[in-house]
């Protein structure tokens, strides 16, 4: 399966923990995308990197949460002492360049819930 | 005000039906327009896409921009009860960050 693949599933973390959520694009995609679905609401932009570099982090919390795509492997988004504000569902999508016109694919998301 | 309004329904019709969704925006700096369907639990995949003004037909489906009014639609012909979903609208600029609005639930029931 050549999709955006994103581990894991499903994470339950104990309020205070630090939660890992991966995202390894499609073949040939270098530009990658993490979006926030919180219950009852649509996606919202967290943040957009290329390779080693973070281009656009607006939508990304203050503190706390960070994000990386190193040169090699996954993209990884960083939820540091997490809250149960944090609770959602965290989705990937990957794209081949980042411009507006281009299609970006998504991963099946991982539902993270902060006990 | 949110850049992207979107009603989130519940939007129920019967199997045959033709559905109508729609979303408004804010910002005239949006280019691209896409619609998403996810069903539950599971990602977003793109349906439609669309630049700037004008319709797209693409089977049963159909999508139409009106950058005058800032309005976008997607129309379902014959719907069947797997097009049964959340229908998400997305946006965006000449950059790659996506715009979404709330989704629409959808239930067609045969």
């Known amino acids: 399966n050549a999709g955006v693949m994103q581990n894991p599933r499903h994470l339950v973390r104990r309020r205070g923990q630090e939660a890992r959520l991966r995202c390894s694009p499609m073949?040939?995609?270098?530009?990658v995308y993490w979006y926030r679905q919180l219950p009852e609401e649509g996606l919202k932009f967290m943040v957009y990197?290329?390779?080693?570099?973070?281009?656009?982090e607006s939508g990304m919390p203050k503190e706390r949460f960070s994000a990386e795509f190193p040169k090699e492997g996954p993209s990884i988004l960083r939820i540091q002492q997490v809250v149960r504000g944090d609770s959602a569902a965290y989705f990937c999508?990957?794209?081949?360049?980042?411009?507006?016109?281009?299609?970006?694919?998504f991963g099946p998301g991982t539902r993270l819930t902060v006990l | 005000q949110k850049e992207v309004e979107q009603d989130p329904g519940p939007l129920s019709v019967p199997e045959g039906a033709i559905v109508s969704l729609n979303c408004t925006y804010s910002n005239s700096a949006f280019q691209y327009f896409m619609w998403y369907r996810q069903y539950s639990r599971k990602g977003p995949e793109l349906l439609m896409y669309t630049y700037s003004s004008g319709n797209k037909e693409d089977g049963r489906f159909t999508a139409q921009v009106d950058k005058s009014s800032k309005y976008i639609s997607l129309f379902i012909r014959d719907s069947q009860p797997s097009d049964s979903a959340t229908y998400l609208c997305a946006m965006s600029t000449t950059l790659g960050r996506l715009y979404f609005g709330r989704g629409t639930q959808l239930t067609v029931w045969p």
């Open positions: 073949k040939g995609h270098s530009h």
């Open positions: 990197l290329q390779k080693e570099n973070i281009i656009d």
């Open positions: 999508a990957s794209s081949r360049s980042g411009q507006g016109a281009d299609e970006q694919f």
